[in-house]
């Protein structure tokens, strides 16, 4: 499966003969299901994961096609790690799947109400509204920024930023929306952040080899909501690995389960 990179100037770094993509928070939830469906097409998969045993134990269930490798999309220093780790182990990078993300900062087990409750910008906690862009943010940017060498390196490469439609300004400011009340200054606000930087990179990356889009999953039962979302993961995932596995998708589109999405 890896080859011996003869590009490499030490010869120590190794080539996979399989496109590589990366998904970062891959341990659980929609980023666990878009790696085991990409390790089932043509990718190894590398499961991005904050604490490295509960990435094994993910990667080991996927399959021979996937590994995993420590991320923590808020730790400059294990970003580098596993940047280097990728670039030293696989010798390519041709998917980045931006899917790590936190829906507010406070003590575990908040309903979904209460979690809409912290975000509003009246009362909003401004340390629980930072943690929060520190990963679905700029952890983004960093992710992003550390692993574009070798993205450029791939014959094509794509970013895939997992975004959400509770983060779009177009669909909240028409009151006919009905996520609408939910949109507060938090985890909503992060994914309009979020989309904002998709477009920035998609415009300064469209002469090159590398497209990148937003893609929203849908109202999904995972962690992120206590469970409260309505698909299932298999479902939330299908928009993901869509987007992932398209050839020729426009740079710079934002999509969901139901087609195009507004900004
Ligand atoms: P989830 O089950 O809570 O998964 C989130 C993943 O992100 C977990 O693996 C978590 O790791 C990881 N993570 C959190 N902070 C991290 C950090 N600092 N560094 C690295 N990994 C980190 O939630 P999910 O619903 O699958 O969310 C996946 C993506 O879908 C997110 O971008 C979310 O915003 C988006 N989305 C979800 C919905 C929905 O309804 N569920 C709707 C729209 C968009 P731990 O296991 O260590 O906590």
Same mark, same amino acid.
């Given at each position: ?35 085991? +469906? ?5 990718? %190894? ?10 990435? +094994? ?95 450029? +390196? ?69 962690? %992120? ?19 992932? %596995?398209? +050839? ?16």
């Amino acid at each position: 499966m890896i080859q011996q990179n003869e590009t490499s100037n030490a010869g120590y770094n190794t080539i996979s003969d399989k496109p590589v993509a990366f998904v970062t928070g891959a341990n659980q939830g929609i980023g666990f299901q878009v790696a085991t +469906e990409l390790a089932a097409h043509r990718f %190894l998969v590398l499961v991005g994961s904050r604490n490295l045993e509960n990435g +094994e134990t993910a990667a080991k269930s996927i399959g021979t096609n996937a590994c995993a490798i420590q991320l923590d999309v808020t730790d400059q220093a294990s970003i580098h790690a596993a940047a280097d780790r990728i670039r030293n182990e696989f010798g390519r990078l041709d998917l980045l799947v931006n899917n790590a993300a936190i829906s507010n900062a406070g003590a575990p087990g908040r309903s979904l109400e209460e979690m809409i409750a912290s975000g509003r910008a009246s009362v909003s906690s401004i340390d629980e509204v930072r943690a929060v862009f520190e990963t679905n943010v700029f952890g983004v940017i960093a992710v992003t920024q550390a692993l574009l060498p070798l993205l450029r +390196e791939a014959p094509t490469a794509k970013i895939v930023n997992v975004s959400s439609g509770v983060g779009s300004l177009t669909l909240n400011a028409d009151p006919a929306f009905p996520y609408r009340s939910g949109f507060g200054v938090g985890y909503a606000a992060s994914k309009t952040a979020l989309n904002a930087i998709t477009l920035s990179f998609a415009i300064e990356l469209e002469s090159t080899n590398i497209r990148v889009y937003a893609a929203s999953p849908g109202f999904t039962a995972t962690a %992120l909501n206590n469970f409260a979302g309505t698909e299932t993961i298999e479902e939330g995932s299908r928009n993901i690995v869509r987007v992932a %596995l398209e +050839e020729n998708g426009p740079t710079g589109s934002f999509s969901g389960p139901d087609g195009a999405l507004p900004w």
